[in-house]
């Protein structure tokens, strides 16, 4: 009864409510005559019911509900701590919960988190309090709403291209244009400059500049087009002007682009090529539309690791490439382009399946040589081709790809196994021999020595003289503004992780590249199928 009472909310000298609707006058009258049970004994008795996971035999109804702990009832500390946990995209709809966790997301403690652990800003953002600026205004009027530009990107410059980076960069958010090297020097690191720059300085909007020119910020313009396009503008092109007119500019672009003068540069072709090159893109006074690119996924079973490499082309000069892993055929991208190869379009495709034996350093040396080994590896890849063997619809999607893909037990790359002079063997010759033999030198970390045959021309001729395997591949080479252009066959050369190179049969030239050590945020494809469309995408552009 005691027990009873108690979830009822009444004494037991009163009785149950519910019980006194169901009795008549005399019963409640009964009732109330009854006498009080002492409250000591009432409290032992219902401990005693409870421990014993009874009701005291007097009431049959369900044990009471624990009591309830709001969110509300917390200390503001602690609601500090866990408001800082949570997504910085979710604040704003928690603030509309009460006047309290309103009051509590005006904490400088929670923004700044955010700002460090989603956007990875390391400044102290205490001196923001001298401008009077919170962190989270830094949040919410510089970081989140210009988070769609993080990332690398390409720029709409005709078919040189470009590369991009827009990162947090302390508290500013800032777009680097990545440049190669100055040609020959492809294991040199990136040069980067900036195009523009976000920031905060005042509760208002955020200040948007233009870093083009040698006259400092100047006032420019972000456009978002759509998620993965924007625009940039700049409002005050004359600082982009120098005082020595339009020959003072370009002397100033070579030394930056090449890193020379005119004067040092005796081929006229790439004379020709450097001046176009200046008049194509000065035109467009940073006032350019950037297209988002991913960096290529990475598979286990993948030759070296994808990503950016540096790449020597003749007179063009030093441009970047990105290597990446469809199946049983790696491909060879240009990020950053010229007249007759445009950027986006694919500069080297390799057919894994077809390894290369090179002869010995000897016979490294005679172009001839080395031309026979690959054109008879392109004739059999046409006759396979023919014969609608595993080349048929290849490279149209990474899905049909993936369904020839060998397995982990198999080898990597099959080739024809061939006698001590390289010639062919018979049919009745095992292919794996040869692959295993071709691989074995790579394995064991001796690699292979490799020289250049003579009359092939290099940049760069601070090549490796060891590598590790080779490929049959193709090139794409075309006439000037992408006219009549083709792939022709080729040499791939991995010399190791970082580098490797390719010789062009029909151009008797060779191109070493080198990767991009640098490392990028917010640049990883959100699935396989959004790099593929990607690639479509750039490609398009210059097709």
């Known amino acids: 009864m005691a027990v009873c009472a108690r979830l009822c909310g009444v004494g037991p000298s009163r009785g149950c409510r519910r019980r006194q609707q169901r009795r008549g006058p005399a019963e409640t009258a009964a009732a109330d005559s009854e006498p009080d049970t002492d409250p000591e004994e009432e409290r032992i008795e219902a401990g005693a019911a409870v421990l014993a996971g009874v009701g005291g035999g007097l009431c049959t109804g369900p044990s009471p509900p624990p009591p309830r702990c709001s969110l509300l009832e917390l200390p503001p500390e602690l609601l500090v701590e866990i408001f800082a946990s949570l997504p910085g995209t979710d604040l704003p709809s928690l603030a509309q919960v009460c006047t309290k966790f309103r009051r509590i997301l005006h904490t400088d403690t929670i923004w700044r988190r955010r700002c460090r652990e989603e956007y990875g800003v390391c400044e102290n953002l205490r001196k923001l309090e001298i401008t009077g600026v919170s962190c989270r205004d830094v949040y919410a009027k510089l970081l989140h709403r210009y988070r769609h530009i993080l990332g690398l990107w390409q720029p709409d410059i005709g078919p040189y291209g470009g590369l991009l980076n827009v990162v947090v960069d302390g508290l500013f958010i800032i777009g680097w244009m990545y440049l190669p090297p100055h040609d020959p020097h492809v294991n040199d690191p990136m040069r980067f400059k900036p195009l523009f720059r976000i920031h905060l300085m005042e509760r208002k909007a955020a200040t948007v500049e233009c870093m083009y020119g040698h006259k400092g910020p100047h006032h420019g313009h972000i456009q978002i087009v759509k998620k993965d396009e924007f ?76 990503g950016l490499f540096k790449g020597t082309y003749g007179s063009h000069g030093l441009e970047i490439v990105m290597l990446s892993f469809h199946g049983r055929r790696a491909r060879g991208t240009k990020i950053t382009g010229d007249p007759n190869i445009p950027a986006g379009q694919q500069t080297v495709e390799i057919d894994l399946r077809h390894q290369i034996q090179l002869p010995d350093l000897e016979n490294q040396r005679n172009f001839n040589e080395l031309s026979r080994i690959v054109l008879e590896v392109r004739e059999r890849v046409r006759q396979e081709q023919q014969e609608g063997g595993y080349e048929a619809g290849e490279g149209r999607g990474r899905q049909g790809l993936r369904e020839s893909q060998p397995s982990p037990a198999q080898p990597r790359a099959e080739a024809p196994s061939r006698g001590p002079d390289g010639t062919p063997a018979e049919d009745g010759g095992e292919p794996g021999d040869a692959v295993a033999a071709a691989e074995q030198p790579a394995q064991s970390g001796q690699g292979q020595p490799f020289v250049l045959p003579v009359g092939v021309s290099s940049r760069n001729e601070d090549y490796p003289r060891t590598c590790r395997m080779c490929f049959y591949g193709t090139g794409l080479i075309a006439g000037h503004g992408f006219t009549s252009p083709e792939r022709t066959p080729g040499v791939f050369i991995l010399f190791d992780e970082d580098r490797f190179g390719f010789v062009w049969l029909e151009l008797k030239s060779f191109s070493l590249y080198s990767r991009v050590q640098a490392t990028f945020r917010n640049a990883d494809a959100p699935s396989p199928q959004a790099f593929d469309e990607m690639l479509k995408n750039i490609q398009s552009l210059t097709s």
């Not at 020595?244 to 682009?257: M, P, V």
């Not at 006032?287 to 960096?295: F, M, P, Q, S």
């Open 231 to 306: 625009s940039t503008k700049c409002n005050q092109t004359d600082h982009h002007r120098m005082s020595g007119g339009r020959q003072e500019e370009f002397r100033t672009w070579l030394r930056e682009e090449w890193g020379r003068t005119l004067e040092d540069i005796f081929h006229e072709h790439m004379q020709e090529l450097i001046l176009m090159k200046f008049i194509y893109t000065s035109q467009y006074d940073n006032c350019l539309t950037y297209r988002r690119i991913y960096l290529p996924p990475s598979r286990p079973d993948d030759l070296i690791k994808p």
